[in-house]
């Protein structure tokens, strides 16, 4: 029974029977399956619990035959087949690991893989494998020779933290966002910068760390650095151990061991880089995109029909009129009006509550979803603007743009010509002035006028 979860592949769990009970019954089938979850959990948060070590840096050599059989070993592969162990598997010679690594490389490197062209994404024999003692190896394959007495070299070592590295990521639950981010965290790259480079806003950047630092329990990018690459590995930094020195030093961290002489990790990469997301998939989710996408523009063209349709309806003809409004839109609660012309982007990311009135020349551009509640008086000439551009000069000449929600609670009166721009958030029951320019949240039960909108006065019931 393979140990996976939406995290990954944790372990396997092998079950017997009595030589005369030779099958499982579907009941003890279900029991068992009911239970991997379980396990599952626990051997992803044990690795938590457990720091993940890392051992000394001895590396095993073993060269095995077509069979499996050992031809040769050296001392530390020896101890270290017999730390890993064959898991009490009857007629086993070598640990599980071992086989699957040797099988793995030979399948990769035979003669039937070297008459086909290799995968772009083909890896290398590898496998991490947890000894009894509770410490991790790396162990690789290698084929050394073709024909029918083909030989594999098995290198067992102990893995060092830029390999464990991505465990851990596993381990903590990171989505595939926050390991990009938290990637370019370990090489020391401003909140700004990571933005730039995935093409993403900053307060994207600022919900993922959020999130990374409350499922790794941490503060600061450095407490997080520190938790993923020295942490899990502190026993290798203390006297009497042996340290696990690396080629290149990466991380901004590290640096802050002068006294070190040897580089205390490597980063490697956790995620690749590319992001396979469309434009319209990064535009909903409020990060950098091009406007210019094939998808978007099917988008925009099923809009703008819908749109002139509605715009030129004879106002004899509400039904017509409310028809096409509940097409263009994503919702209208009932009793609400919209007089044309009428102009958005996309109409399906607007939603609009019960018995709101929208009068002439309502511009919403909604690129990021605008939700206007019930009872909103909303006056002519009023644009409601979720897109923003980029201040960086680079991306704004590339032409990436994001945007930002809008909403209008319940019960607001916009003036006639007010503006409201992308983020903004206005409470219930608040009065914006003709002509105002609304850049930050409003709270409720205000009066809010000018450029930029200022609450001048708070609004008590029942005083005008």
Request: charged letters at 20%.
């Amino acid at each position: 029974m393979v140990l996976a979860g939406s995290t990954g592949t944790w372990g396997q769990l092998t079950v017997f029977r009595e030589a005369k009970r030779p099958y499982f019954s579907l009941a003890e089938v279900e029991f068992a399956s009911s239970l991997a979850p379980l396990i599952t959990d626990g051997l992803r948060r044990g690795l938590l619990l457990d720091e993940a070590q890392a051992g000394a840096d001895d590396v095993g050599l073993l060269i095995l035959d077509a069979d499996d059989g050992v031809r040769m070993s050296n001392k530390a592969a020896d101890h270290l087949l017999d730390e890993l162990g064959t898991g009490d598997r009857a007629g086993a010679r070598l640990p599980l690991v071992i086989s699957a690594v040797a099988r793995q490389a030979r399948t990769l490197c035979g003669p039937a893989a070297s008459a086909a062209p290799a995968p772009t994404d083909a890896r290398p024999a590898r496998a991490r494998a947890r000894t009894r003692t509770g410490r991790w190896l790396i162990v690789r394959g290698s084929l050394l020779n073709d024909g029918p007495e083909t030989q594999v070299a098995v290198m067992l070592e102990a893995a060092r933290p830029a390999e464990m590295a991505p465990l851990m990521v596993d381990a903590y639950g990171f989505t595939d966002s926050e390991r990009r981010v938290t990637e370019l965290v370990a090489k020391g790259l401003s909140t700004r910068q990571i933005a730039g480079r995935l093409h993403v806003s900053s307060y994207t950047v600022q919900d993922h760390l959020k999130s990374i630092f409350a499922k790794s329990g941490t503060g600061s990018r450095g407490d997080l650095i520190a938790r993923l690459f020295l942490d899990h590995h502190a026993a290798s930094l203390t006297p009497g151990t042996a340290a696990h020195p690396q080629r290149t030093p990466r991380s901004s961290s590290a640096k802050a061991f002068a006294g070190v002489r040897e580089p205390l990790c490597t980063l490697v990469h956790m995620t690749p880089d590319p992001d396979a997301r469309s434009m319209r998939e990064r535009m909903l989710a409020g990060d950098l995109y091009i406007a210019d996408d094939p998808e978007l523009a099917e988008h925009l063209l099923r809009a703008a029909d819908l749109m002139e349709a509605y715009n030129t309806t004879p106002a004899r003809d509400p039904g017509q009129r409310h028809r096409l409004l509940a097409q263009l839109l994503g919702a209208i609660g009932e009793g609400s009006e919209i007089r044309p012309p009428l102009r958005v982007d996309y109409g399906s990311h607007i939603h609009i509550g019960a018995r709101s009135f929208a009068n002439y020349g309502l511009i919403a551009l909604d690129v990021a979803p605008i939700t206007i509640g019930d009872d909103v008086q909303i006056g002519t000439n009023v644009q409601l603007m979720t897109p923003t551009h980029p201040v960086d000069p680079e991306l704004r000449r590339a032409r990436w743009e994001a945007a930002r929600p809008i909403t209008i609670s319940g019960n607001v009166w916009l003036g006639s010509g007010a503006i409201v721009l992308a983020g903004v958030t206005i409470g219930e029951n608040t009065v914006v002035g003709a002509g105002a320019v609304v850049t930050r949240d409003l709270p409720p039960n205000v009066v809010a006028v000018g450029n930029p909108a200022r609450v001048v006065r708070t609004i008590e019931p029942g005083h005008g």
